[in-house]
T-cell receptor, first 107, second 117 residues
Framework: RKEVEQDPGPFNVPEGATVAFNCTYS??????FFWYRQDCRKEPKLLMS???SGNEDGRFTAQLNRASQYISLLIRDSKLSDSATYLC????????FGAGTTVTVRA | EADIYQTPRYLVIGTGKKITLECSQT?????MYWYQQDPGMELHLIHY???????EKGDLSSESTVSRIRTEHFPLTLESARPSHTSQYLC????????????????FGPGTRLTVL
């Protein structure tokens, strides 16, 4: 079983829509949770850390459910520039990356 | 923008050649990492380092080797390149050394796209 599993998508949504997706992780001892964004053929970049109480950064909201071992990302009022692959990242003493969820926002 | 650099950005080389992929960071980070990523696939950790003279193998077995003689520099070497080594190699760094309890954001370099013919 992979340490981090994500729905690969793609999620194809119109501009202005809300899109949400989850990832599940297998190591219950994990302490750090992140969402990274990776554009095609580019390096991953941190989108946001995920805190136990959930957190918001502009149009992006992340939630953590430790009991069910999943984290979620919600994007509101999606923009064309949100088109990317979103990587779920989980770790304790080292980080494990999911394969990513691809989001395509169309005009 | 993260201050982490990788050279070369692209490398096409013949089988059997020895290659070294360079990675440098100017952030003073103790932790550094090498990942391998094939197109559309997840990142796989192949090496990491907690600080100078510390290197560990990652989750994915790799024929490459690394060294950490200086904090800012973490080169990866393949003694004899093969077509199976064709991939993108991403270097990253983060704050904190061995024993740091919290795991901090990793900053990634732009990657080296390696093709072995």
């Amino acid at each position: 079983r992979k340490e981090v599993e994500q729905d690969p998508g793609p999620f194809n949504v119109p501009e202005g829509a809300t899109v949400a997706f989850n990832c599940t992780y297998s190591n219950s001892a994990s302490q750090s949770f992140f969402w990274y964004r990776q554009d095609c053929r580019k390096e991953p970049k941190l989108l946001m850390s995920v805190y136990s109480s959930g957190n918001e950064d502009g149009r992006f909201t992340a939630q953590l459910n430790r009991a069910s071992q999943y984290i979620s990302l919600l994007i509101r009022d999606s923009k064309l520039s949100d088109s990317a692959t979103y990587l779920c990242v989980v770790g304790d003493y080292k980080l494990s990356f999911g394969a990513g969820t691809t989001v395509t926002v169309r005009a | 923008e993260a201050d982490i650099y990788q050279t070369p950005r692209y490398l096409v080389i013949g089988t059997g050649k020895k290659i070294t992929l360079e990675c440098s960071q100017t952030m003073g980070h103790d932790k550094m990492y090498w990942y391998q990523q094939d197109p559309g696939m997840e990142l796989h950790l192949i090496h990491y380092s907690y600080g100078v003279n510390s290197t560990e193998k990652g989750d994915l077995s790799s024929e490459s080797t690394v060294s950490r003689i200086r904090t800012e520099h973490f080169p990866l070497t393949l003694e004899s390149a093969r077509p199976s080594h064709t991939s993108q190699y991403l270097c990253a760094s983060s704050e904190g050394g061995r024993g740091t309890s919290s795991y901090n954001e990793q900053f990634f370099g732009p990657g080296t796209r390696l093709t072995v013919l």
